[in-house]
């Protein structure tokens, strides 16, 4: 069955430092997205990512962050200059509609020091 | 604004017995889905059912059941015979029909602990 993948599961970094992380959405799938959750609070939604652009964003994502599609699988976020308060579990989901379930990843664990 | 309220932050149960988790949604849509996600503790998150608002029939997937009241803005979630292995966070999510946002609302969540 085919499944959104991520890399890397964990990910620690030191605050002000650059990390990218790293998706396989499923590939017939057309809209992408990322998602975060702070330890013990709820799923946010960060960013949408259609046809080479980015449709929709929150106030969250902000000037620090930005997303990538590099090639034809991979779909990246990037967080320039890390903060402590950046350290939660960023999910990647995708969809093959706009109005069709989204499908996550396992999440990445991202701990900035 | 669309906003998605779990008001059970915690739930416990002993394995056998029925449980159903509460959702209550905001929305000036007139067109919406609904979802519900797991979440185990190993972390994912586990895409589990997404109704569309003009469709209020009730569903049922084996022990798993939904009730759709558009009436009260709920869209509750009932395990039946509970089972250790429904421990989990369970978010209810909101998302419009149509018309530029594909964003999912989260509830805050309602973890289930289904002690054996």
């Known amino acids: 069955e085919p499944e959104v993948t991520q890399t890397p599961s964990h990910q620690v970094t030191q605050m002000g430092q650059e990390v990218i992380l790293r998706c396989v959405p499923i590939s017939n799938h057309l809209y992408f997205y990322w998602y975060r959750q702070i330890l013990g609070q709820k799923v946010e939604f960060l960013v949408s990512f259609y046809n080479n652009e980015i449709s929709e964003k929150s106030e969250i994502f902000d000037d620090q962050f930005s997303v990538e599609r590099p090639d034809g699988s991979n779909f990246t976020l990037k967080i320039r200059s890390t903060k402590l308060e950046d350290s939660a579990m960023y999910f990647c989901?995708?969809?093959?509609?706009?109005?069709?379930?989204?499908?996550f990843g396992p999440g990445t664990r991202l701990t900035v020091l | 604004a669309q906003k998605v309220t779990q008001a059970q932050t915690e739930i416990s149960v002993v394995e056998k017995e029925d449980v159903t988790l509460d959702c209550v949604y905001e929305?000036?849509?007139?067109?919406?889905?609904l979802f519900w996600y797991k979440q185990p503790p190993s972390g994912e998150l586990v895409f589990l059912i997404r109704?569309?608002?003009?469709?209020?029939q009730n569903e049922i997937s084996g022990r798993y059941s939904w009730n759709f009241q558009k009436s009260t803005s709920s869209f509750n979630f009932t395990i039946t015979a509970s089972q250790v292995v429904d421990s989990a966070v369970y978010f209810c999510?909101?998302?419009?029909?149509?018309?530029?946002?594909?964003?999912?609302?989260f509830g805050k969540g309602t973890k289930l602990t289904v002690n054996p």
């Open positions: 929305t000036r849509d007139t067109t919406y889905y």
């Open positions: 109704r569309n608002s003009f469709d209020e």
């Open positions: 989901a995708s969809s093959v509609g706009q109005t069709g379930e989204q499908f």
């Open positions: 999510a909101l998302r419009r029909y149509q018309g530029g946002s594909e964003k999912l609302v």
